[in-house]
């Protein structure tokens, strides 16, 4: 797990920029997930862009109205929505998003249980290409492509991640997904673009996460990657108390 503090994992004070990472082995923490569904407890986050209620009905290309609109996954009826702070040269978060986000995506997102967002919080004091990736992933979005470029920066990460200059991978990666170069050059050298980035990154920052990748639940906050199991557990018993309020069946995943 990549952080930008050392010393507690999640605290509600929005942390300095400095640099660190977590030592091997240490255990990410969960904080109250499925009591904070249950008691109406959790973190108020500091951005609109973070609430259930600013999600689109559909997944549509990104736009300066409303910024994740291209980075959402899931039915728009579904009764838990899961926010990823992620980093795309983090190597924790590449671990989650080719091994876990997979599993979750089939037993959950497609299912119609969970509504998934991506918010981009790129650990600058630490990596030095991740401001640059989350550009060409918003860029992606603008056209209706970022899941396709999400999956490819992090398939390639440890090409291009100790680059001095990933501009022209990142180009070719945009070729790969099938987007526009002109319109993605444009965007990427837009002032927007960066300011995009930078107030997710606060927004991030002020949910309570100092850390990637991390998620904001429901009113809690999961930080690392943790494995399938323990997104199974948090996910079920969110879902079994909404079902509870609304007398329908959970449907746990199997």
Not at 37 to 46: I, K, Q, R
Not at 73 to 84: F, N
Not at 224 to 244: H, M, N, T, Y
């Amino acid at each position: 797990m990549d952080r930008l503090t050392r010393g507690v994992i999640l605290s509600g004070a929005m942390p300095p920029v400095a640099g660190g990472r977590t030592p091997t082995g240490a255990r990410p923490r969960v904080l109250g997930l499925t009591l904070a569904v249950g008691l109406g407890l959790g973190l108020t986050l500091a951005l609109a862009i973070f609430a259930p209620s600013a999600l689109p009905a559909q997944a549509k290309p990104d736009s300066a109205s409303n910024p994740l609109a291209g980075r959402i996954r899931g039915s728009a009826t579904a009764p838990v929505t899961v926010y990823e702070m992620s980093d795309f040269q983090c190597p924790y978060c590449r671990t989650f998003a080719l091994t876990t986000f997979p599993q979750l995506d089939s037993l959950y997102i497609a299912t119609g249980k969970v509504r998934w967002a991506f918010v981009n919080f790129p650990l600058t004091s630490i990596h030095e290409n991740a401001l640059a990736a989350a550009e060409l992933a918003v860029c992606a979005a603008r056209q209706n492509a970022f899941w396709r470029v999400h999956d490819l920066l992090y398939q390639h990460q440890d090409v291009w991640a100790p680059l001095k200059q990933p501009g022209a991978f990142f180009l070719s990666l945009a070729d790969s997904a099938k987007i526009s170069r002109p319109a993605l050059l444009a965007c990427v050298q837009a002032k927007a673009t960066r300011e995009t980035v930078r107030q997710e990154a606060l927004g991030a920052e002020r949910s309570g996460a100092n850390s990637t990748p991390s998620f904001y639940i429901e009113g809690g906050l999961l930080a690392g990657a943790e494995p399938l199991p323990v997104f199974r557990q948090v996910l079920d018993s969110i879902l079994r108390v909404k079902a509870g309020k609304t007398g329908k069946s959970p449907g746990a995943a199997r």
